[in-house]
């Protein structure tokens, strides 16, 4: 009789020590699911407008090689999106031939709802003749934004204030010998000023009282220019 008491006793610690050990058992982690979304971001094309971020790097980090620094203006398209170092970055094309990751604050676009606002903001916070660029990219980004018209009368102020310098730059940078050798009319050469030329991409269209006072300023400016041409 002890036998068959001793195999149930026997099978009974068995199966105790299963179900115990099945309970502590660790579960497997679930394997991560495989995702085939694409960021809306990539694909969307960018314009370069703040270059004290916009060095073009090897890779996604602030640590990384640089290849060079865009400039205002260039366009980029983004090819992928990723963080690294506390930072966004865009993997970018920027034509014609080169390619790497740029800090996604350099960069601004219409796919990105802020970005409007954040370049009104950058124009009103920038100065010097960097306010002006800056000013200019963003009338051709955003021609039908809401601080468009508070834009161009700052840009009017900006022209007012920039007169005396330009006429100063020209006089010191174009040769009155030169120009009296080539024939052509003196205040020509003034008023062909390569840094007149980003001046004159103000939108002359609108009817806005802004737009109206900005175009005065600007035409203050050109008779401003005629004048130095003519001392």
Do not use: C
Request: proline share 5%; aromatic share 8%; hydrophobic share 40%.
């Amino acid at each position: 009789m002890r036998l068959p008491f001793l195999t149930t006793l026997l099978l009974i610690t068995a199966i105790s020590q299963s179900s115990i050990s099945a309970q502590t058992k660790k579960p497997l982690p679930a394997k991560p699911k495989a995702t085939t979304t694409k960021s809306a971001e990539v694909g969307q094309n960018a314009v370069v407008i703040d270059e004290t971020i916009s060095v073009l790097r090897k890779n996604p980090s602030l640590f990384s090689d640089s290849v060079h620094r865009m400039q205002r203006g260039r366009k980029v398209q983004i090819l992928g999106v990723t963080e690294a170092d506390g930072v966004k970055f865009y993997k970018v094309t920027a034509p014609p031939k080169n390619f790497g990751w740029v800090q996604s604050d350099a960069v601004f676009g219409r796919f990105r709802p802020n970005d409007e606002e954040r370049l009104a903001r950058l124009v009103q916070a920038a100065d010097g003749f960097e306010q002006l660029e800056i000013a200019t990219e963003f009338f051709a980004l955003y021609p039908n934004s809401r601080f468009r018209p508070a834009t161009l009368l700052l840009f009017g102020d900006l022209l007012e204030e920039a007169a005396a310098k330009l006429s100063k730059d020209a006089t010191s940078r174009l040769s009155r010998k030169e120009m009296a050798a080539s024939g052509a009319p003196l205040h020509s050469y003034y008023l062909n000023f390569n840094m007149l030329d980003r001046y004159r991409k103000l939108d002359k269209t609108a009817t806005t009282p802004e737009v109206i006072e900005a175009q005065k300023r600007l035409d203050s400016l050109k008779q401003k220019m005629e004048k130095t041409a003519a001392k």
